[in-house]
């Protein structure tokens, strides 16, 4: 398994952005396909983004699609989810997670490894 820590989180008014990094340990990162979810307050976990191993393939839930990007470095064991046009509804813990099968999941049951999360707050 790897090891996953989230940073970038913070306030940010409506319309704004923000940069969220997720850094892993361990020498198989690039053999995972990696994705964020989110957990508003009172609600359940739900898939944000996702991206293959190699970084050629993403796919996104429809309610951030054209506005938020999810890369990969494998070099430096680092996935990006860069968020634009920030709405309130955003507002959530953000996490990280690997799924060392590859299946392409968008569920959270299929991941192996998860980070600590980090808070998003978006101001109206």
């Not at 090891?3 to 913070?10: A, C, F, Y």
């Not at 991206?51 to 070099?75: E, L, M, Q």
């Not at 634009?84 to 049951?109: I, M």
């Amino acid at each position: 398994q790897v090891q996953l820590v989230e940073s970038g989180g913070g306030l940010v008014q409506a319309g704004g952005s923000l940069r969220l990094s997720c850094a892993a340990s361990g020498r198989t990162f690039s053999s995972y396909a990696m994705a964020w979810f989110r957990q508003a307050p009172g609600k359940e976990r739900v898939f944000v983004a996702i991206i293959n191993w190699s970084g050629s393939s993403t796919s996104y839930a429809d309610s951030v699609k054209g506005r938020f990007t999810i890369s990969r470095d494998n070099a430096k064991n680092t996935v990006i989810l860069q968020m634009n046009s920030l709405k309130p509804e955003d507002t959530a813990v953000y996490y990280c997670a690997a799924d060392r099968r590859r299946s392409g999941s968008k569920v959270e049951e299929a991941y192996d490894s998860w980070g600590q999360g980090t808070q998003v707050t978006v101001s109206s």
